[in-house]
C-alpha cells in the first residue's frame, strides 16, 4: 500500500458549522506530510480525524470516505484499535502523572501485554527510538513530570512509540519548545519516518520545508493545494498558496 | 497586508538596484562619449569611478544578505532576492566593461580620430538594454524583459555592422589600422554588455516566474 | 526597626490603605485569638480533669470512662465511609467522566445535591429514625446511625471528588485515548489516581463531620455506654459529651471529653494531610 491514508470528499460539521469542505488527499507511506493553513483554518480537525479524536467532541459529525490502507476507520473498525495503529502526539507534552516507565508502558499494558519482561524490552527500545533513553534509563520509576519541557515531548513520542502505530500524528509538536528542543524532535521525526508515516501539523513555514516530504496547504476548511514540499515553498501553484508560505497573511 | 517591513526593505533593494544601473549607464555614455573624442580627461574619470560602481555592489549585495538571514524568505520572494544577487555581478561586470572601454581611449589617444555611427548605435542600445531589464525586474515586466532579450540580437548584428565598417575602413587606409583594431575591441566590449544585460533580463523573467528564459 | 519606619511613611502618604491594612490584620488577628481562645479555654478545664478512670474498658456512672465512646466513633466512622464513598465517588465518575455535557440527569443530580448539603443535621436525625429506625426496623443501631451519617456526607463527598476529578486536566483524558485505551481504563487509570489527592481531602472533610455530628446519631444510634456491634445501640464521643454535659453531674469530666475530641479532630487533620502531602509527592518529581 504505497498510501497509507486516502481522504475521498470529506466534510466535518460541529453543529452548524461547516469545519472541512469536501477535503480529498492521500498520505503516502513512509514520508512527512505537513499541514499549513492559517489559525481556524480546519488542519488540526482534519488531523484528530484521522484517529477518530473528534469523536470525544459533542456534535461532531463526519461525512465521507477515509481509509487507512484500505480499510474505513469509520466502519466496523475498533476505535481503539485503530488509535493503536495511529498514535499522536500534542501541542503541550502531555506526560501521565506517573513513573517514566509506567507511562511508556501504558499503551502496551492497554493492548494486553502484561509479561514484565516484554514490557521492560518494549520500553527500552521506545525510548531509544525516541533519542531519550541515556537521560531517563538511570530515572525510569521516578515521576515523568520532573523532565524539562523537552525531554517530556520526546517522553510522549516514545510512548506513542511503544504501542507499535504505523502511522504517527503530530499536532504542533515542537511549539511549546525551546529552539534546541525543536530541532532535537525533528531530527528524530526525519528517522522515525524511515519506519513509520507521519502526519503533522505546523505553523512554522521553516519547520514544514525542512523537514517535510509532502505539505498540504488548508484555508477556510479547505485544502487549497498539495504537493511536494519543494514545489509548495519554490513555485506555488495557487496565489493564496504563496500568499500563505510568504507570510502575507495568516 | 503583514509584512510592511519587509516590503519596505525589497522596495529598499529596487531603489538600490535602479542607482546602480543609473551610475553604469552613466558610465557607458561617458565611455563612448571619451572614445570617440578622445577625450582623455573624461576616460581617466570613468576608471576611477569603477571604484564606486563595485562599492554600490557590495552594498546591494550585503542589503540581500541581510533579507535573506532576517526574512528566510521562500517560494516568490526567495527567487526576488537570489535573483537581485544575480543581477548585481552581471551589473558589475557591465561596469568592469564601460572601465575598459575607457582604458581604450587612453590607448588611442595618439591616434587620429574615427568616428562610428554603429558603435554610437550599440552604445544607446546598450544602454536601453541595461535600463529597460533593471526596469523589467522591477516592475515585473515580462513584456519588456523579453524585448530586452529579443534585443540582443540587433546588438549583435550591430556588431558585425561594425566589423565591416572597419574592416573597409583598413582597406581605404592602411594606416588606421591600430586604431580600427582597437575600435573594433571596444565594440566587443558593448556586444559584451549587451550580452550581460541580456542576462538580467532573463534573471526578471525567472524572479516573476521561476522558469529560467535561456534565449 | 526598618519596616515600621516604611510603614509609617507609606501609611501618611496613603491613609486609606494604611487603614485597610490595620483593619484587615486585625480581623486575622481575632480569628487567632479566637481560636486560641477556644483551644485554651477548652485544655485548661479539661487536662486536670484526665483521669486514668476516665479510659477504663467498661462504662460504669462513676468512672464515665470515654473508651466505649471512642470505640463506637471509630466504628461508626469506618462504617459510614464504607457506605458513602464508594456511592459518591461512583455518582461523580459518572457524572465527570460518563454523562454526555449538559445532560438533564447531571442537573438534576446536583440540584439535589446542593439541596441535601442544606439540610440541617437534626432533620437528618428525624429522617433516619424514621426509615432506618423504624420502617425498616433497625431500631437504635449502628447501622442505622451510619446510614444516616452516610446520606449527609454524601454531598461533601461528591462535591469534592467532582472538583477533584474536574481538575485533572483534559489532556490526560487524550492522550490516553490517543494511545486507544476506552473511557473506563482511562478514568481508572490515569483520571482517578490523578484526583486521589482531591477526593482524600473530601473524605477527610467527612470525617472531620462524622465525628463531630451529634444530633443527627442522638436518634439513630442512640446513648448506649456499650462497645456496640453493627445492630446494637451505641454511643459516639460526641454524643457522650453532650450527655455529660447536659446531666449536669459531670461537668469536669465533660471538659476531658472535649479535650480528647479536639485532639482527635486534630491528629485526623495531620493524619489526611500528611498523607495528601506523600500521595502528591509521588506524583511529583
Known amino acids: 500500500m504505497s ?58 459529525r463526519i461525512t465521507g470516505d477515509i481509509r487507512l490502507c484500505g480499510e474505513n476507520i469509520y466502519g466496523s473498525m475498533d476505535v481503539n484499535l485503530l488509535r493503536k495503529r495511529v498514535g499522536m502526539v500534542f501541542q503541550k507534552p502531555n506526560p501521565f502523572p506517573m513513573s517514566v516507565y509506567d507511562n511508556i508502558a501504558y499503551g502496551p499494558r492497554t493492548h494486553g501485554i502484561r509479561k514484565r519482561a516484554q514490557l521492560d524490552e518494549i520500553v527500552e527500545r521506545s525510548l531509544r527510538d525516541a533519542a531519550i533513553w541515556d537521560e531517563v534509563k538511570d530515572r525510569l520509576n521516578r515521576s515523568a513530570l520532573g523532565l524539562s519541557g523537552g525531554q517530556q515531548q520526546r517522553l510522549c513520542i516514545a510512548r506513542a512509540l511503544a504501542a507499535q502505530p504505523e502511522v504517527i500524528l503530530m499536532d504542533e509538536p515542537t511549539s511549546a519548545l525551546d529552539p534546541i528542543s525543536t530541532g532535537r524532535i525533528e531530527d528524530l521525526a526525519l528517522d522515525l519516518k524511515n519506519d513509520y508515516t507521519i502526519v503533522m501539523v505546523t505553523h512554522n513555514m521553516q519547520q514544514a520545508a525542512r523537514i517535510s516530504d509532502r505539505t498540504v496547504f488548508f484555508l477556510l476548511g ?7 514540499t519543494e514545489q509548495i515553498f519554490s513555485l506555488p501553484k495557487d496565489s493564496r498558496t504563496e500568499a500563505y508560505v510568504t507570510g502575507r497573511f495568516g | 497586508m503583514t509584512r510592511k517591513y519587509y516590503d519596505e526593505q525589497l522596495d529598499a533593494l529596487h531603489a538600490e538596484l535602479i542607482n546602480m544601473g543609473q551610475m553604469i549607464s552613466g558610465a557607458i555614455g561617458k565611455a563612448v562619449a571619451a572614445l570617440l573624442s578622445r577625450d582623455t ?175 | 526597626m526598618r519596616s515600621w519606619k516604611r510603614w509609617h511613611r507609606d501609611a501618611r502618604r496613603h491613609p486609606l490603605s494604611a487603614l485597610v491594612s490595620l483593619i484587615t490584620h486585625l480581623a486575622a488577628l481575632c480569628t487567632v485569638l479566637i481560636l486560641g481562645f477556644l483551644v485554651a479555654y477548652i485544655l485548661i478545664n479539661g487536662i486536670p480533669n484526665l483521669k486514668p478512670a476516665l479510659f477504663s474498658l467498661t462504662y460504669t ?74 420502617a425498616l426496623h433497625l431500631g437504635y443501631s449502628m447501622l442505622s446511625g451510619a446510614l444516616t451519617l452516610a446520606i ?24 490516553s485515548f490517543g494511545l486507544g485505551a476506552g473511557r473506563l481504563r482511562t478514568t481508572l487509570c490515569v483520571v482517578l489516581p490523578a484526583a486521589v489527592p482531591g477526593i482524600l481531602s473530601g473524605v477527610i472533610l467527612g470525617v472531620g463531620r462524622i465525628v463531630g455530628e ?72
Open chain 1, 3 to 60: 498510501n497509507t491514508f486516502t481522504v475521498k470528499d470529506m466534510n466535518l460539521w460541529y453543529g452548524d458549522f461547516h469545519a472541512l469542505k469536501d477535503v480529498s488527499l492521500d498520505i503516502p507511506k513512509g514520508q512527512i506530510t505537513a499541514l499549513i493553513g492559517p489559525s481556524g483554518c480546519g488542519k488540526s480537525t482534519f488531523l484528530r480525524s484521522l484517529n477518530r479524536m473528534n469523536d470525544l467532541v459533542q456534535g461532531c
Open chain 1, 222 to 228: 479547505e485544502v487549497i493545494e498539495s504537493g511536494e
Open chain 2, 41 to 215: 580627461a573624461r576616460a581617466r574619470e570613468v576608471i576611477a569611478y569603477d571604484d564606486e560602481v563595485d562599492r554600490q555592489e557590495r552594498a546591494v549585495e550585503t542589503m540581500c544578505y541581510k533579507l535573506l538571514l532576517s526574512q528566510q524568505p521562500v517560494a516568490g520572494d526567495l527567487r526576488r532576492v537570489s535573483s537581485a544577487l544575480k543581477i548585481i555581478t552581471d551589473m558589475e561586470r557591465i561596469g568592469d566593461h564601460a572601465a575598459d572601454i575607457s582604458e581604450l581611449t587612453l590607448m588611442l589617444d595618439a591616434l587620429p580620430r574615427m568616428s562610428n555611427a554603429h558603435l554610437r548605435e550599440m552604445a544607446a542600445q546598450t544602454t536601453e538594454m541595461l535600463l529597460h531589464s533593471l526596469e523589467a525586474y522591477v516592475e515585473q515586466d515580462m513584456d519588456k524583459a523579453h524585448a530586452v532579450i529579443a534585443q540582443d540580437d540587433a546588438v549583435d548584428a550591430l556588431f558585425v555592422a561594425v566589423k565591416r565598417d572597419l574592416v573597409e575602413a583598413i582597406r581605404v587606409d592602411p594606416q588606421a589600422g591600430e586604431a580600427a583594431a582597437d575600435l573594433l575591441m571596444a565594440a566587443k566590449y558593448f556586444e559584451r554588455i549587451g550580452d550581460h544585460a541580456t542576462n538580467i533580463a532573463e534573471w526578471a523573467v525567472f524572479a516573476h516566474t521561476g522558469h529560467h528564459a535561456q534565449a
Open chain 3, 61 to 134: 456512672s462513676e468512672n464515665q470512662s470515654m473508651l466505649p465512646a471512642i470505640l463506637n466513633t471509630c466504628t461508626m466512622t469506618l462504617l459510614s465511609l464504607l457506605l458513602a464513598v464508594p456511592v459518591g465517588v461512583g455518582a461523580s465518575i459518572y457524572l465527570t467522566e460518563y454523562a454526555p455535557r449538559g445532560s438533564r440527569l447531571v442537573a438534576l443530580v446536583r440540584l439535589t445535591t446542593e439541596t441535601l448539603s442544606g439540610i440541617p443535621s437534626i432533620v437528618y436525625g428525624l429522617f433516619g429514625m424514621l426509615l432506618f429506625g423504624n
Open chain 3, 152 to 175: 449527609m456526607i454524601l454531598p461533601l463527598i461528591m462535591r469534592t471528588t467532582e472538583e477533584a476529578l474536574c481538575s485533572v486536566p483534559d489532556m490526560y483524558r487524550e492522550g
Open chain 3, 214 to 285: 451529634t444530633a443527627a446519631l442522638m436518634y439513630t444510634s442512640g446513648t448506649v455506654e456499650k462497645v456496640a456491634g453493627l445492630m446494637d445501640s451505641g454511643i459516639t464521643l460526641s454524643v457522650h459529651m453532650y450527655r455529660q454535659a447536659s446531666e449536669g453531674l459531670y461537668t469536669e469530666q465533660a471538659y476531658a471529653t472535649a479535650v480528647v475530641l479536639l485532639a482527635l479532630v486534630l491528629m485526623i487533620n495531620l493524619l489526611a494531610s500528611r498523607l495528601a502531602g506523600k500521595i502528591t509527592k509521588g506524583r511529583q518529581a
